[in-house]
């Protein structure tokens, strides 16, 4: 079997570029090892795709070429894929920070996809069992046969959420053909603290809490969630894809307020209240008496409390210092931060350097978008980028 573009992965990025590199009379195919297609597309967004963010920029990505991303994400922005949106007629809507989502079901982003591809040839349930370059093209050794290509474009994902058939094959594929690959880590991933931390967390399963979570001068501002296992929430997803074993967060859980200004006045006012009690007016009620507890201070009255006291009652909800042993990994990890080493790829195509018809896009590459669209955005422009270039080769 021959093709011109041979696409390992039918996921959000090799769906994406097969309907962009779809040219008269080219013959493309997408292989999966998967039995569906774009799965990450059908549970994201809790079923409804938060399929970009309308702040795109560099900067809300992560990588060690932080530069790398600009160019495709500037040669495919968020209102190009709102278009594409537009005219497949999907409804959508917009939430907080320019996150959009589909106002239906996250299928539809797929169905359109795989309409705008229409002439590809999708291969479900194909294992890739050697991949192979001779001097007019690659030969891929798969589950259905042998395929001769003129090009290939790696867009297998890598190792987050691997129940959903997530692998390593994009880094496999890198080093064989002579490329480097950043250490890989879980990103966007909730964090797990050791026992001993844990006294706080467990009975608070469940409670949510608006915070700020800093890690060096990283700092984000969103949701928190008390977990059996440590903490969750957008907060805490944001911040993970920065952190890294050994190291320290801070969190406050009442970023809105100055707890020991409010306290000396309440203490003033009115003595009889209880710590908890104020404290409470901030955060959900049992969080505030787990502090109080942890500070010795359940059913303590205000008015007993001298400044030492408040100090320390506001430093312990200002700056909730805490080291978490580690994350839920990849088994829930919404991305994997770091990935093939952009050094090897040309920014404008997404090809290897040295290795001409070699394309390596999406969640692969070593660009971590956060939370809210970011990483779909990635998959759109680097998948046009390669797509265009496909498309200009094959002219």
Request: aromatic residues 8%.
């Amino acid at each position: 079997m021959e093709c011109d573009f041979l696409i390992i992965g039918a996921g959000a990025a090799g769906l994406f570029c097969a309907g962009s590199a779809m040219a008269q009379g080219a013959r493309v195919i997408v292989m999966d090892h998967a039995a569906r297609p774009a799965e990450k597309i059908r549970i994201s967004g809790g079923g409804r795709c938060n399929f970009t963010n309308l702040a795109t920029s560099r900067e809300r990505f992560i990588s060690e070429n932080p530069r790398f991303c600009a160019s495709a994400l500037a040669g495919y922005k968020p209102q190009d894929f709102v278009g594409l949106v537009d005219r497949a007629g999907i409804g959508w809507h917009e939430k907080t920070l320019g996150q959009l989502f589909c106002d239906g079901k996250a299928t539809q982003i797929t169905e359109m996809l795989i309409r705008r591809m229409e002439g590809a040839e999708l291969w479900l349930k194909t294992d890739l069992q050697g991949l192979t370059r001779g001097s007019d093209g690659f030969v891929a050794q798969t589950s259905r046969g042998v395929v001769r290509a003129g090009r290939v474009v790696v867009a297998s994902g890598a190792k987050s959420i691997p129940k959903m058939g997530a692998t390593g094959l994009a880094y496999e594929l890198a080093r064989q053909f002579g490329l480097g690959v950043v250490e890989t880590r879980p990103g966007l991933v909730p964090l797990t603290f050791a026992e001993q931390d844990l006294a706080l967390c467990k009975p608070l399963a469940g409670i949510s809490v608006e915070a700020e979570i800093r890690h060096g001068r990283t700092s984000f501002r969103d949701a928190l969630l008390f977990t059996h296992r440590g903490v969750s929430g957008p907060a805490v997803l944001q911040i993970s894809s920065f952190w890294q074993p050994g190291d320290d967060v801070d969190i406050d859980l009442c970023p809105d307020a100055d707890l020991a200004r409010e306290l000396r006045d309440r203490r003033g006012q009115g003595g009889r209240i209880a710590v908890a009690t104020v404290l409470a007016a901030h955060m959900p009620a049992r969080l505030a008496e787990s502090i109080a507890a942890e500070l010795g201070l359940t059913g303590a009255r205000l008015a007993d409390q001298g400044n030492a006291v408040i100090d320390r009652i506001a430093v312990r909800v200002h700056r909730w210092q805490i080291r978490p042993v580690g994350s839920e990994g990849y088994r829930t990890a919404e991305v994997t931060v770091g990935g093939v080493d952009t050094t090897y790829l040309d920014a404008k195509t997404m090809q290897a350097r040295d290795v001409p018809g070699l394309y390596f896009i999406g969640e692969c590459v070593d660009v971590t978008g956060w939370l809210g669209g970011y990483n779909f955005q990635w998959a759109w422009a680097s998948a046009h980028a390669a797509g265009l270039s496909l498309a200009r080769g094959r002219r």
